[in-house]
């Protein structure tokens, strides 16, 4: 089992860039591939990101390919997610999740999630 929490939400202007941070217990996180998905209330959790166990695979979900940038190191045990050019409908929580296969962009692929961050950019 793994227990994931995020940090680095905040309050952006628009244009501007954040970088959220997700740092996992345990000492195998090399054998997670890692996402990040966002939601707003009253809309269901969206994909924006994953990350293969290795680093070697990346996925973006559309609305954010060419602003957002996963990474990981895994001897930190951490997964990033570089947010630029930012825009206010870029406004949600933002959840890291861990699944122990390879990487995957459905929600209810993964199996462990964060408290989430809040992250909100205004125009």
């Known amino acids: 089992q793994v227990q994931l929490e995020e940090s680095g939400g905040g309050l952006v202007q628009a244009g501007g860039s954040l970088r959220l941070s997700c740092t996992a217990s345990g000492r195998t996180f090399s054998s997670y591939a890692m996402g990040w998905f966002r939601q707003t209330p009253g809309k269901e959790r969206e994909f924006v990101a994953a990350?293969?166990?290795?680093?070697?695979?990346?996925y973006y979900g559309d609305l954010v390919k060419g602003r957002f940038t996963i990474s990981r190191d895994n001897a930190l045990n951490t997964v990033w997610l570089q947010m630029d050019s930012l825009k206010p409908e870029d406004t949600a929580v933002y959840y890291c999740?861990?699944?122990?296969?390879?990487?995957?962009?459905?929600?209810?692929?993964?199996?462990?999630w964060g408290q989430g961050t809040q992250v909100t950019v205004s125009s």
């Open positions: 990350i293969g166990r290795q680093g070697g695979s990346i």
């Open positions: 999740a861990a699944r122990q296969r390879i990487i995957a962009a459905r929600l209810y692929e993964y199996d462990y």
